[in-house]
């Protein structure tokens, strides 16, 4: 058995190891068959061993010529062509007429407008204390001999009349009461009151009238 790193055997080692091991098993069967020691001896010398001598390897084939050396000429040497100046007219510079500057004169700002009005407050039409008459006493008062001080507050509309009358402090009497509440409803006028816009407003108005009986 040849292993990798072994030489391939030549076919003439290869027919001398074939007589090699026929050999021997003829010797070993004329042993067996008991067999005379002159056949054995006979069959050896006939057997001639043929020694086979490995042929050499062949030759190394020798290596390559170099290449021969090729020579490379320069390119031709070529003048660059004459520069050729060509002159370009120069630019037309168009100058655009500034237009005169028109200076406005200036207008005088408006005026302001005017502020608005001030709220007025209702004042009422003369003296409420000479609205009651004599006559207005009430009959029952004066028999009684009663007089007194009323505290009234008046509810007035934008036309500046009466529109409500409430007792605010009695006289204690209520004749007296009721009656000056009656008669400052009737009589009773006032200059009505105007807001920002100078529209009429209503509004209310507190004071007291005094009762006293009148003396001959």
Same mark, same amino acid.
């Given at each position: ?16 190891? @074939?007589?090699? @091991? ?7 069967? %004329?042993?067996?068959?008991?067999l ?6 006979? &069959? ?7 020694? @086979? ?6 030759? +190394? %084939? !020798?290596?390559? !010529? ?8 320069? $390119?031709?040497?070529? &003048?660059? #062509? ?6 370009? &007219?120069? #630019?037309?510079?168009s100058?655009?007429?500034?237009? !005169? ?11 302001p407008?005017? $502020?608005?009005?001030?709220? @007025?407050? =209702? /004042? !009422? ?5 000479? =609205?009651? =008459? ?7 008062? =004066?028999?009684? +001999? +009663?007089e007194? /001080?009323?505290?009234? /507050? ?13 007792? /605010? ?10 009656? &000056? ?18 529209? %009429?407003?209503?509004g ?10 009148p003396?001959?």
């Amino acid at each position: 058995m040849a292993y990798a790193d072994q030489p391939a055997m030549s076919p003439r080692r290869l027919t001398g190891i @074939v007589f090699v @091991v026929v050999f021997h098993l003829l010797v070993g069967y %004329a042993f067996i068959n008991g067999l005379a020691y002159n056949v054995i001896k006979k &069959a050896a010398t006939e057997l001639n061993v043929v020694d @086979v001598q490995e042929e050499p390897p062949p030759p +190394e %084939a !020798p290596p390559p !010529p170099p290449p021969p050396d090729v020579k490379f000429e320069p $390119p031709p040497i070529v &003048a660059p #062509p004459p520069i050729v100046q060509v002159q370009s &007219a120069a #630019p037309v510079i168009s100058t655009v007429p500034t237009p !005169p500057v028109i200076h406005e004169e200036a207008k005088p700002a408006p005026p302001p407008p005017p $502020p608005p009005p001030k709220p @007025v407050a =209702l /004042t !009422p039409k003369g003296n409420f204390q000479a =609205l009651m =008459l004599t006559d207005d006493y009430p009959p029952s008062s =004066l028999r009684n +001999e +009663e007089e007194g /001080t009323v505290g009234f /507050t008046l509810t007035i509309g934008p036309d500046g009349r009466v529109t409500n009358c409430q007792v /605010t402090s009695s006289s204690g009497h209520p004749a007296l009461d009721d009656t &000056a509440c009656r008669l400052l409803s009737r009589r009773a006028r006032f200059n009505p009151g105007k807001d920002s816009a100078g529209q %009429a407003t209503g509004g209310v108005y507190s004071s007291r009238f005094v009762w006293k009986i009148p003396k001959d």
